[in-house]
């Protein structure tokens, strides 16, 4: 039941389920002057490339503009779905635009999954931790999670086989490049063993990847997809993180059954991905240089990151300690056994800078002693300054604990 005033609202059973994103609820913090923001998984607003996308308008507009103010096809405009195929296939994903489906941003996409393969009280399989908006997309369908252990080389693979022997569940979702939150890399060896036990089992495979583009160090490993022959893998992806969020384009790569599915499932939701900006997003990959785009977004990257570190290993107290990825946009810290993450979270704002606790990142509340860090979306400067502050709460985190 809401209330707003005297009228009450009867809500559905699933909203009991859901919970709102603590990402969202703290990003109304960082509005506040001289905050800085560690918080949200923005990408660096100074890559987005503001001139070519202007121009990308001004050609569409001029050489298609009624067409592309139009309605059109669920799937996608087919030019777009041919450049994503092609994409694909460079990372090892054999298929052509008949195994594309064009979503509103990748969020879409795992909308449609659990709308499409989801009952009430089907078993998740998940990383511990996890995407926490991929929690509150499946959470929207009575899912049951049941979390996976990982260690620094990602998910376990003999973990995975003693759930899947226990839950018998629907399918896994998983984050192999850079994981949200987490930054870990799932090695190439254990994505051979995760994919063969999902082919044992005839377990759907939901693979995310919006970050595999932006390996600033270390081996390119191909995606899970790669290895699928059998239609068990829907492989996820966006150009959020290597374009702009603002374009909301995404993609799901499938078996063409299992699309026409999800294309049904997306008819009901929104008709079909906005079709100007699939055509802008088609013409900016046409007409300009999108590897030196990304390559200049990973050097970015890679330099914050080793600045993050660098600042982390300097004013940290004994006790925390991090991830180090090799690409993407989150790092990782454990705090001590005894310090609450959510409980540092307002000392923190109180000295003007925000992160988000590690516990909504677990279908169950827990993993209190955790906090995700952004460092794609910082300059140097607040970097260096906002970790000084950090490292503040951190320390009086455990003079408070009396350890």
């Keep these: 039941?809401?209330?707003?005033?005297?009228?009450?609202?009867?809500?559905?059973?699933?909203?009991?389920?859901?919970?709102?994103?603590?990402?969202?609820?703290?990003?109304?913090?960082?509005?506040?002057?001289?905050?800085?923001?560690?918080?949200?998984?923005?990408?660096?607003?100074?890559?987005?490339?503001?001139?070519?996308?202007?121009?990308?308008?001004?050609?569409?507009?001029?050489?298609?503009?009624?067409?592309?103010?139009?309605?059109?096809v669920t799937e996608g405009f087919s030019p777009l779905r041919e450049k994503f195929a092609a994409e694909m296939q460079s990372r090892g994903v054999a298929g052509t635009a008949e195994n594309i489906l064009v979503t509103s941003g990748s969020q879409q996409g795992l909308d449609l999954i659990a709308k499409v393969l989801l009952d009430p009280g089907d078993c998740v399989l998940t990383e511990s931790p996890t995407y926490l908006a991929a929690i509150q997309a499946f959470q929207a369908y009575e899912a049951r999670f049941v979390p996976v252990p990982m260690d620094a080389w990602g998910l376990v693979p003999e973990a995975l086989e003693e759930a899947i022997l226990r839950e018998r569940p629907k399918l896994l979702y998983i984050i192999p490049n850079f994981q949200n939150p987490t930054g870990i890399t799932l090695a190439a060896e254990r994505r051979r063993a995760i994919y063969d036990l999902a082919l044992r089992h005839r377990l759907v495979i939901v693979e995310d990847d919006p970050y595999g583009k932006l390996r600033y160090r270390g081996t390119e490993i191909p995606p899970i997809a790669a290895l699928d022959h059998e239609g068990l893998v829907l492989y996820i992806s966006t150009v959020s993180k290597t374009i702009t969020p603002g374009l909301r384009v995404g993609w799901v790569a499938g078996h063409p059954t299992l699309l026409r599915s999800l294309a049904i499932a997306k008819q009901a939701a929104d008709l079909h991905t906005s079709n100007l900006d699939q055509r802008i997003v088609d013409r900016y990959l046409t007409d300009f240089d999108s590897a030196a785009h990304i390559e200049a977004i990973r050097r970015l990257y890679g330099v914050r990151f080793a600045l993050m570190d660098r600042c982390l290993t300097e004013e940290m107290p004994e006790g925390y300690h991090w991830t180090h990825p090799e690409g993407g946009m989150f790092l990782w810290v454990t705090c001590p056994e005894w310090v609450d993450a959510g409980a540092m979270l307002p000392h923190a704002i109180e000295r003007k800078v925000v992160f988000v606790p590690g516990k909504d990142f677990f279908p169950d509340g827990s993993g209190t002693r955790y906090m995700r860090l952004n460092f794609s979306n910082a300059t140097e400067e607040k970097i260096q300054a906002g970790v000084a502050r950090l490292a503040e709460v951190a320390g009086q985190a455990v003079l408070q604990a009396g350890r």
């Design 1 to 72: 039941m809401a209330k707003e005033g005297n009228m009450e609202y009867t809500l559905s059973r699933r909203m009991g389920h859901m919970r709102p994103s603590a990402v969202r609820q703290i990003l109304k913090v960082t509005e506040q002057p001289e905050m800085i923001s560690f918080a949200g998984g923005l990408p660096a607003p100074e890559c987005f490339p503001v001139a070519e996308i202007a121009q990308s308008v001004e050609r569409v507009l001029g050489e298609a503009g009624p067409q592309a103010l139009q309605y059109a």
